[in-house]
């Protein structure tokens, strides 16, 4: 695990931060004149966690976090930690026979991975796995689409999918994989115990070797005219179907 100085910005992500691991943050630069609640309860969580507090003009934010919407808040912080093949052992051995893992196979986009992440926290996945060459960066914007659960939820880069995938199943993990043209949909497959889920990009949808090492292929049926889900749209529903199988001990 290493950790990187970064910046982040927005009212919902340096607030979580602050929430979570105000040690991490060392500067917190706030809008000049700006004073209303949120903004009070952002200096109060610095000031209580120790943090240095700047107010800059807006030009000045716009510096340090060009082409973004900061909402008048960025915080310079050390970043979490980043975790790789060697903790992910640790991981899932921590989180004991009812892990469960999102893999996002080939997902570029910060605002996609930010939104997946948010998802995946949310529903109590254990851990987000992606390959390095193939995924966005923990970016400031992928961070604050996450709305601190980046901050949380253990963001696991690999060097070779298939292979991680197939130490995970020799673990006793099940592999399901979502597709559009497969038979079963996500309502038909049994998430219960230790269980894998991919998605893959949009358009282009998983690799080839990647589907090779499913256990299983779904689809979510569509209604309507639309052919797809955007791909965090797409991981909430499988994600809260696993849910609500696991909540209930399975179908």
Known sequence: ????????????????????????????????????????????????????????TRSGLDRLAPDQTHQGVVAHYVGGHSYNEDDLHRIVEKAGKDAWLLILDGVED???????????????????IAQKNRSAPLSATARKVACGAAETLPLVLVTNLSRTIESLQQ??????????????????????????????AEGTGMRRLTREHCDFLAHIPMAGAVSSLNVSVATGVCLFEAVRQRQLGGK
């Open 1 to 56: 695990m290493k950790n990187s100085k970064e910046l982040i910005f927005g009212i919902h992500a340096v607030s979580a931060l602050l929430k979570r691991a105000p040690e991490q943050v060392k500067v917190l630069y706030l809008l000049k004149g700006r004073s209303d609640p949120k903004i009070d309860t952002l200096v109060d969580l610095a000031r209580q966690g120790g943090v240095t507090i700047e107010r800059v």
């Open 171 to 200: 673990e006793g993990f099940w592999v399901t994989g979502l597709a559009g043209e497969a038979e079963k949909s996500v309502y038909e497959i049994d998430f219960s115990g230790r269980q894998i889920i991919i998605l893959g």
């Open 110 to 128: 910060p605002h996609n991975l930010g939104a997946c992440l948010r998802t995946a926290e949310a529903a109590g996945v254990t851990a987000v």
